[in-house]
């Protein structure tokens, strides 16, 4: 068991994370951790998609490693083709727990040992034409909890979360981009999808009222409706939004 000490979400790590930017990385930090797995693979995500990462997982599944797999029910009819595909290669797969949503999280972890995060979906189209992020991260203490909460959802049961510097949704991860945002001093960058939640709009308009230099980059309202508003309200507010 790992004794957790990073329970304040800029604890320093044992070990760093490794962040790339995709499309640039492609699909390596996430076929290098797949491919290693000896022991037990577990993934979590809301669109899974053709091309290296599932090919990756159900080649696992093939050669014996328990693979347990969490799919976005609200992406049924994107995810049931590859439902039937992972279940065929041997893997276990369930649905998210209808009491989400969304199931939004891309996680794997992989023996216990490496965990894969992203902020953009598996299919190969994907990762190879959208701005998205993805961390690798080899700390045990982050991977221990990214274990346990997949347990957990798998187990459809609440997670216990009393200790850890990540940002988990719905337990503390808005109170904590509340609280990055409301430390900055004299400068804020928001990269984002969509910029709809007001109490996030408040607390960077906050920031701006108070002579940081606010720059917000948010994904082009044809895609996303929310961000037309978010760009006007900023306006407001003397500030502006580009689009990616």
Not at 48 to 73: E, Q, T, W
Not at 91 to 105: E, G, I, K, N, R
């Amino acid at each position: 068991p790992v004794t957790p000490t990073g329970c304040t979400a800029l604890a320093p790590r044992a070990v760093p994370l490794d962040v790339a930017a995709l499309p640039d990385a492609k699909e390596r930090p996430f076929v290098d951790a797949i491919a290693a797995a000896k022991k037990s693979l577990r993934v979590m995500v809301y669109q899974m998609g053709y091309g290296p990462i599932l090919d990756a997982i159900k080649a696992r599944a093939s050669a014996g490693v328990p693979v347990r797999v969490i799919l976005d029910v609200s992406q049924k009819d994107v995810n049931q083709k590859y439902m039937d595909q992972l279940v065929a290669s041997g893997a276990q797969v369930l649905w998210s727990d209808p009491a989400f949503t969304y199931m939004h999280a891309k996680v794997i972890v992989a023996d216990d040992a490496v965990a894969v995060i992203s902020t953009g979906n598996y299919s190969q189209s994907y990762l190879l034409k959208e701005r998205n992020f993805v961390a690798t991260d080899r700390d045990p203490e982050d991977v221990a909890v990214l274990g346990a909460l997949f347990d957990a959802d798998y187990a459809r049961k609440a997670p216990s979360l009393p200790c850890t510097r990540l940002l988990v949704a719905p337990v503390n991860a808005k109170q904590r981009i509340l609280d990055l945002i409301a430390s900055a001093k004299t400068s804020l960058v928001v990269e984002s999808m969509q910029l709809a939640d007001w109490d996030v709009r408040k607390a960077i308009g906050a920031r701006k009222d108070a002579g940081v230099d606010v720059r917000v980059l948010l994904a082009s309202p044809s895609w996303i409706d929310a961000n037309a508003d978010a760009a006007t309200w900023l306006a407001s507010r003397g500030g502006t939004a580009r689009w990616l």
